[in-house]
Nanobody
Framework: QVQLMESGGKSVRAGGSLTLSCEASFPTDTTYCMAWFRKASGQGHEGIASWQRDGRTDVRRMFSDRFTISRDSAKDTLYLKVINLEPEDTAMYFC???????????????????WGPGTQVTVSR
């Protein structure tokens, strides 16, 4: 049973933008937090941004000028908007949710027990 499903990944030219979506099959209000990670070929998970139940969001400093995280509670969907895409942004992007870790951020993928299958973003020069 897939509980998280990402979409919106595509091939784009550098400088372009896109919005990734992560639709949950459960009320996102039941989670403590959700986050976006990415994984480039041969690399581990890289944390990007997180949303917490109290409404706080946090974007990793190195991404803060180009990445925006948001949530639509009515749609139980988490979003990641990216502008000014760079070839280095090429990766599989994942969303994750935690029902167990009271405090979790993008800094640790071990805090999350529910993961989507990912959506591929490819940025060309």
């Amino acid at each position: 049973q897939v509980q998280l499903m990402e979409s919106g990944g595509k091939s784009v030219r550098a400088g372009g933008s896109l919005t990734l979506s992560c639709e949950a099959s459960f009320p996102t209000d039941t989670t403590y937090c959700m986050a976006w990670f990415r994984k480039a070929s041969g690399q581990g998970h890289e944390g990007i941004a997180s949303w917490q139940r109290d409404g706080r969001t946090d974007v990793r400093r190195m991404f803060s000028d180009r990445f925006t995280i948001s949530r639509d509670s009515a749609k139980d969907t988490l979003y990641l908007k990216v502008i000014n895409l760079e070839p280095e942004d090429t990766a599989m992007y994942f969303c994750a949710a935690s029902h167990t870790s009271y405090y979790c951020t993008w800094s640790s993928d071990e805090d999350y027990e529910v993961w989507g299958p990912g959506t591929q973003v490819t940025v060309s020069r």
